[in-house]
């Protein structure tokens, strides 16, 4: 079993940058794949990022790629997500996501999830 608790949201202006954190629990935390989500009020949610949890592979949605990067420390059961040139359209609640097994961009694939860090970017 993992328990992950998200953390680092708030508000940042268009172009600045964030990073949150999940912190995991669980002596198995490194042979899962962790995946940051993300869902705004009356949409789906999206893929974000994931990182497999072994050779520390790396997947990004379209709509990140190039300005967001998942990383993860296996010494602290930490994963992170480090978001730059943020723009309005990344607002949303961003959940930390965990399964066993290979990659996936479907969030009913995942079995653990954290409470989720609320990001808004101004305009």
């Known amino acids: 079993q993992v328990q992950l608790v998200e953390s680092g949201g708030g508000l940042v202006q268009t172009g600045g940058s964030l990073r949150l954190s999940c912190a995991a629990s669980?002596?198995?935390?490194?042979?899962?794949?962790m995946a940051w989500f993300r869902q705004a009020p009356g949409k789906e949610r999206e893929f974000v990022a994931g990182?497999?949890?072994?050779?520390?592979?790396?997947l990004y949605g379209d709509s990140v790629k190039g300005r967001f990067f998942i990383a993860r420390d296996a010494a602290k059961n930490t994963v992170y997500l480090q978001m730059n040139s943020l723009k309005p359209e990344d607002t949303a609640i961003y959940y930390c996501?965990?399964?066993?097994?290979?990659?996936?961009?479907?969030?009913?694939?995942?079995?653990?999830w954290g409470q989720g860090t609320q990001v808004t970017v101004s305009s």
């Open positions: 996501a965990a399964r066993i097994g290979d990659s996936s961009r479907a969030p009913e694939q995942y079995i653990y």
């Open positions: 669980g002596r198995t935390f490194s042979s899962y794949f």
């Open positions: 990182i497999t949890g072994s050779r520390f592979f790396t």
